[in-house]
Structure formats: structure tokens, C-alpha cells
């Protein structure tokens, strides 16, 4: 990176990079934990993920909105220095940073489902849902600004993980049609050829 141009990956495709796991590891485990009747019972097991469910979807949609409100307020306009980040970096370097931390929350999810059956699946299936209605919530923010936001990598965890942490002192923006992912870290689609 020349004349002090900085790295950046986009906020929206870290909020969504652990959506999918989450939400696929949750199913399997919650899919797994309905053949095990569990201490309580299956019916009291998935009525108690279902609300787990909805609870993890509420909060981890609504967590830290006005920390992002902040920073995307204050984005400065990225140099042309700066280099951007493709989407698929982004997602392997949260999932490569996370991979641990998804694997013993799965097997937990696994084990518990001997006491409460599904009940920790749909948890992790609600947070991953979660992260996707947050990431569309960027998204809708980056559509009315007409800008897309940008954290610098160098400001991630290690895990690469936490695009609105305490170490992140402001995001900076790009037009709508810049990177590889369109507002909400979706892959962005291609134009059909004529």
C-alpha cells in the first residue's frame, strides 16, 4: 500500500460472515438434538428453542446499532490509496478467526440437547439469523447514503470479527458501486449480458 493508503474490508460482509455458519451449525445441531429425548422432554426442548430463538434474533440484530450509527455517521471518504478488501477475504478471515470458537459452541450444542433437545441449536440458528437481518440493516443504511462503509482491517481483532469494537475509531466510505459485494454484503449480483 503506497503513500499510506490502508487496507479496508467492508462492514457489512464482517456483521454477515458468521450468518451462514451460525445458522447451518444450528440447524444440524437443533436437527441432531430432536432425536435425543433430553431430560425435558422433546416438546419442552424445542418450545424452549423456539423462544431462545426469537430472543437471539431480537438482540444480536439490535446490539451496538447506535455504536454503527455513530461511526457511519463520521466515515470519511476513502483515499485512493486505500486498498479494498475482496468480499471472499473477508468472510474466510472471520470464519478462519471464528472456526474454534463455532466448532465447541456446535458440540455444545450437541450436548446439551441431552438435557434440553434443540433448545442451543435454534439458539445459534437465532444468532445467525440475527446477523443477517444486522447486516441488512448496514445495508439499507449504505443505500439511503449512497455510500458503502469500510473498517481498516489492521483495526479487526484478530479474529477479524468486530467491525464496530472499541479499537475501530471511524469506518470510511466509497461509492455504492465499489468492491465486490453489493449494500448488505451480499455477493454482488452481475449485470446479464445483452
Not at 16 to 20: C, F, K, M, P, V
Not at 44 to 48: C, M, Q, S, T, Y
Given at each position: 500500500?503506497?503513500?499510506?493508503?490502508?487496507?479496508l474490508?467492508?462492514?457489512?460482509v464482517?456483521v454477515?460472515?458468521?450468518?451462514?455458519p451460525?445458522?447451518w451449525?444450528?440447524v444440524?445441531a437443533a436437527?441432531?438434538?430432536v432425536?435425543v429425548?433430553?431430560?425435558?422432554?422433546?416438546r419442552?426442548?424445542?418450545?424452549?428453542g423456539?423462544a431462545?430463538?426469537i430472543?437471539a434474533?431480537?438482540v444480536?440484530?439490535?446490539?451496538?446499532r447506535?455504536r454503527?450509527?455513530a461511526?457511519?455517521?463520521s466515515?470519511?471518504?476513502?483515499?485512493?490509496?486505500?486498498v479494498l478488501?475482496?468480499?471472499?477475504?473477508?468472510?474466510r478471515?472471520w470464519?478462519?478467526g471464528h472456526?474454534w470458537?463455532?466448532?465447541?459452541?456446535?458440540?455444545?450444542?450437541?450436548?446439551?440437547?441431552?438435557?434440553?433437545?434443540?433448545?442451543?441449536?435454534?439458539?445459534?440458528?437465532?444468532c445467525g439469523?440475527?446477523?443477517?437481518?444486522k447486516s441488512?440493516w448496514?445495508?439499507r443504511?449504505?443505500?439511503?447514503g449512497?455510500?458503502l462503509?469500510?473498517?481498516?482491517?489492521?483495526?479487526?481483532d484478530?479474529?477479524a470479527?468486530?467491525?464496530?469494537?472499541?479499537?475501530?475509531?471511524?469506518?470510511?466510505?466509497t461509492?455504492?458501486a465499489?468492491?465486490?459485494?453489493a449494500p448488505?454484503?451480499?455477493r454482488?449480483?452481475?449485470?446479464?449480458l445483452?
Open positions: 500500500m503506497a503513500r499510506g493508503g490502508q487496507g474490508a467492508r462492514v457489512a464482517v454477515r460472515a458468521g450468518a451462514a451460525l445458522w451449525l444450528g444440524l436437527g441432531t438434538g432425536l429425548p433430553g431430560l425435558t422432554g422433546r419442552i426442548g424445542v418450545l424452549a423456539a431462545l430463538f430472543v434474533t431480537a444480536v440484530a439490535s446490539v451496538r447506535k454503527y450509527t461511526l457511519a455517521g466515515a470519511a471518504r476513502a483515499s485512493k490509496y486505500d478488501q475482496d468480499r471472499s477475504v473477508t468472510v478471515n470464519r478462519r472456526r470458537w463455532l466448532l465447541l459452541a456446535f458440540l455444545a450444542a450437541l450436548g446439551s440437547a441431552f438435557a434440553v433437545p434443540a433448545a442451543a441449536g435454534l439458539l445459534m440458528a437465532g439469523v440475527g446477523l443477517w437481518l441488512a448496514i445495508g443504511r449504505e443505500q439511503a449512497d455510500a462503509l469500510w473498517v481498516r482491517v489492521d483495526w479487526l484478530r479474529g470479527g468486530r467491525p464496530a469494537g472499541k479499537v475501530v475509531k471511524a469506518y470510511r466510505s461509492g455504492i465499489a468492491g465486490d459485494a448488505g454484503g451480499a454482488r449480483k452481475t449485470a446479464a445483452v
